[in-house]
């Protein structure tokens, strides 16, 4: 456990000594923030009902999923397929340390940074644009908020390593990883609100593990669920964490299999 | 004497573009996997630049004095010049921060053609013209589909507007690269870039009405592709094409002068 708690740490000190590349990450995340808010601004004061949402309940909803999306999408598991190319995974088979683990470590890294960071572009947003925000002042519905991200982080770590574990089998897989990316973008609710959609194609991409990412902690925060839904999207998303977990932790055995350390 | 000169030194540097796009062709056509990968990405950008749009729009009729077929041509045309602007210069450009960390710019700073022209243009991306490609499409769908009347003048004007957009938006961009000559750690500047380019899909008015200050800060983002829009749907008086031209000029001979003056802070360190 020690030697993870030392990843961490290493990982935040990596970051900070690359301070302009990481600040320039940020002004880019802030800056697409202030786009979209204006765009749905703009959008729902003309019409002010928005499939059901008004003005203040889309600016929430977005500026939530936005969040969720920097703690739960902030990932250097993307690194994983170049090492695997490039033959770097040898190194880490040979010490005593588990890749996957230590992955998870550097991510926990990644997101506290990135946390961190956009607590303090939200407070630049919110003294100067006043958006019209609801505030949850439930504690249990915060609690269950707080759950729910983390087990979303958890999912996303596994559907990230997973994707990045096609560098066993293609040199070149960059593109159906960009595609793949994309497309849990749009579908996780990160975007728009997936209850927009009609109804038969939300009830099938309920079923999926994508929307358990951004959407379903999104809409608790907005006390828009029901204790049934509640508890059966946490159902739906924990057996998802295990199917993912399982599929991985497959995809790895099979991936050390064919694994040739290339480059090294 | 001059313009004879000034004609061979033309004819020079044509043959030298079209060597470029054989070269950059061939390269293209020889990894497979790669072509593939950018088919695919290209797509993927293509759809989403305009199924996000269509979601927008799907409740609304109008946004800051924009119709919603209009917000949707908007994004149609900004996907046929972020496709031709990937196409011609985003990879060329976005290789400038490792050039100039790993002293590699050297081996253009000696060739015998103009530096800013090879580094603009030596690498060609044959992918991205399919989101232009889908973004025509769509335009033409458009257009049938909603009875968009568009002259003939309209559709010049449009055209020449686009191709001053896509100029002023190299402009800028080179600009921005031009910084990691003073300073090398700016690799991730062209992540910043794609998404400033993203502002381009909005009406300038919405900007506006943001605030003033906001408006006159991404003025050369915001005209971009709203302009050429503007003028193809007839929503804007024609003289704005003067302004854009006086624009785009003064944008590409600021791009020309900052990269002279930043050559001078470059040491071609471990070159």
């Known amino acids: ?264 | 004497m001059l313009l004879r000169e000034l004609d061979s030194n033309m004819k020079h540097y044509i043959k030298v573009y079209i060597r470029i796009l054989r070269i950059n062709f061939s390269e293209f056509k020889a990894y497979r996997v790669n072509m593939f990968n950018t088919f695919i990405s290209s797509t993927t950008w293509g759809i989403f630049a305009i199924v996000g749009p269509l979601l927008l729009t799907s409740n609304v009729t109008m946004v800051v004095g924009w119709k919603r077929e209009e917000l949707l041509i908007l994004a149609a045309i900004q996907s046929i010049l972020i496709g031709i602007f990937d196409c011609l210069f985003a990879r060329s450009l976005s290789r400038l921060p490792l050039y100039v960390e790993r002293g590699q710019l050297d081996s253009y700073l000696i060739k015998p053609l103009n530096d800013q022209f090879l580094i603009s243009l030596h690498k060609i991306n044959y992918g991205s013209l399919l989101r232009s490609m889908i973004g025509i499409f769509f335009l033409v769908y458009l257009v049938n589909a909603y009875k968009i009347h568009v002259t003939g003048l309209g559709l010049v004007f449009g055209v020449i507007t686009l191709l001053m957009g896509l100029l002023s938006l190299y402009a800028i961009w080179f600009i921005s690269m031009t910084l990691t000559l003073w300073f090398t750690r700016l690799s991730n500047i062209s992540d910043l870039l794609y998404t400033l380019r993203g502002i381009s899909r909005y009406p300038e008015q919405i900007m506006k009405e943001v605030s003033i200050y906001v408006f006159i800060l991404f003025f050369p983002l915001a005209i971009v592709v709203a302009r050429p829009t503007a003028l193809l749907l007839n929503k804007m008086d024609n003289n704005v094409i003067l302004v854009s031209f006086i624009f785009t000029a003064i944008l590409l001979y600021a791009s020309h002068r900052v990269w002279l003056f930043a050559l001078r802070s470059y040491t071609s360190a471990s070159s």
């Open chain 1, 1 to 264: 456990m020690k030697k993870y708690i030392q990843i961490t740490k290493n990982t935040w000190d990596e970051a900070l000594i690359y301070r302009t590349s990481f600040i320039f990450y940020r002004v880019r995340e802030l800056l697409k923030l202030f786009s979209l808010y204006f765009l749905w601004y703009f959008v729902t004061s003309q019409n002010k009902d928005f499939f059901g949402y008004d003005q203040s309940g889309i600016i929430t909803y977005l500026l939530i999923s936005t969040f969720v999306g920097d703690f739960i999408y902030s990932t250097r598991t993307t690194a994983i397929a170049s090492e695997i190319n490039e033959g770097i995974l040898t190194n880490f088979l040979l010490r005593p340390l588990s890749y996957l683990k230590y992955y998870f470590a550097r991510d926990l890294a990644d997101k506290a940074l990135n946390v961190l960071f956009a607590l303090g572009e939200y407070a630049i947003f919110f003294s100067l644009l006043h958006p019209p925000f609801i505030f949850q002042t439930n504690p249990i519905s915060l609690m269950i908020f707080v759950a729910s991200v983390l087990l979303g982080v958890i999912l996303y770590y596994f559907i990230s390593v997973l994707i990045s574990l096609i560098g066993f089998w293609s040199n070149e897989g960059w593109g159906p990883r960009f595609i793949f990316y994309q497309t849990i973008g749009f579908i996780s609710g990160s975007l728009f609100p997936l209850d927009v959609l009609p109804k038969s194609v939300f009830a099938i991409l309920e079923l999926l593990p994508f929307p358990y990412l951004i959407f379903f902690q999104t809409k608790i925060y907005q006390g828009q669920l029901s204790g049934s839904d509640i508890g059966r999207g946490f159902l739906i998303l924990i057996i998802w964490i295990g199917i993912m977990c399982g599929i991985t932790m497959w995809a790895w055995k099979k991936g050390l299999h064919v694994y040739t350390a290339q480059g090294r």
